[in-house]
């Protein structure tokens, strides 16, 4: 069945950088665009950043464009996130997700998610 | 503040039919599939409808999605107590080159 565990999330400081993971299992990795979306505490879904199945086209969110860059490792079914110039608007639960089908980069369905990982940028 | 818009909250009692509308506009909605998302406190969220109106294997016939113009809906008929969840509306933004979503809706079984 189909997997995705993040990791990496934690406590950081104003500033300062992290980097998640997100392990895939259960299906043919490099085949899938992959998303990043994030959940601040008590507040509703916020997309970040995908990531096409070869890694040659990305998009991001204007609120993290320019600090995070998503990228991928297809040898090791991995998606990453290197988040940098954390801000305490960052804190969230980051979860991994699976797209379906995009149609020239058009991505509505997320088919699978992570349970996420927890990041909290404070001082 | 969320590109598409949903109610906060709807509720309705055990048994009963609900929808929950998300508007948006031609940039989004209107001119790609909306797909609706579950989330139980504490859990991932699910994918509920693809697509507008289609259901992954193994959500029940009880769930529904349309969409008309720049808006969608979903419903629940048969309503039960383990319905109780947020949900997400969620779709390309071609202009701004982004999946959006909705700000959620908390549903409540009374």
């Known amino acids: 069945q189909v997997q995705l565990v993040e990791s990496g999330g934690g406590l950081v400081k104003p500033g300062g950088s992290l980097r998640l993971s997100c392990a895939a299992s259960g299906f043919t990795f490099s085949d899938y665009y992959v998303t990043w979306v994030r959940q601040a505490p008590g507040k509703g879904l916020e997309w970040v950043s995908y990531i096409s199945s070869s890694g040659t086209t990305r998009y991001y969110a204007d609120s993290v464009k320019g600090r995070f860059t998503i990228s991928r490792d297809n040898t090791k079914n991995s998606l990453y996130l290197q988040m940098n110039s954390l801000r305490a608007e960052d804190t969230a639960v980051y979860h991994c997700a699976r797209l379906?089908?995009?149609?020239?980069g058009v991505c509505s369905k997320l088919e699978y998610w992570g349970q996420g990982t927890q990041v909290t940028v404070s001082s | 503040q969320s590109v598409l818009t949903?109610?906060?909250?709807?509720?309705?009692?055990?048994g009963q039919k609900v929808t929950i509308s998300?508007?948006?506009?031609?940039?989004?909605?209107?001119n790609n599939y909306v797909s609706w998302y579950q989330q139980f406190p504490g859990t991932a969220p699910k994918l509920l409808i693809y697509d507008n109106?289609?259901?992954?294997?193994?959500?029940?016939?009880?769930?529904?999605?349309?969409k008309s113009g720049t808006s969608a809906t979903l419903g629940i008929t048969g309503l039960?107590?383990?319905d109780e969840a947020d949900y997400y509306c969620g779709t390309w933004d071609s202009s701004l080159s982004a999946v959006v979503f909705g700000g959620g809706t908390k549903l409540?079984?009374?």
């Open chain 2, 53 to 66: 109106y289609k259901r992954p294997s193994g959500i029940p016939d009880r769930f529904s999605g349309s």
């Open chain 2, 108 to 110: 409540t079984v009374l």
């Open chain 1, 100 to 104: 379906g089908p995009c149609d020239n």
């Open chain 2, 22 to 30: 998300c508007s948006g506009s031609s940039s989004n909605i209107g």
């Open chain 2, 6 to 14: 949903q109610p906060p909250s709807v509720s309705a009692a055990p």
């Open chain 2, 80 to 82: 039960q107590t383990g």
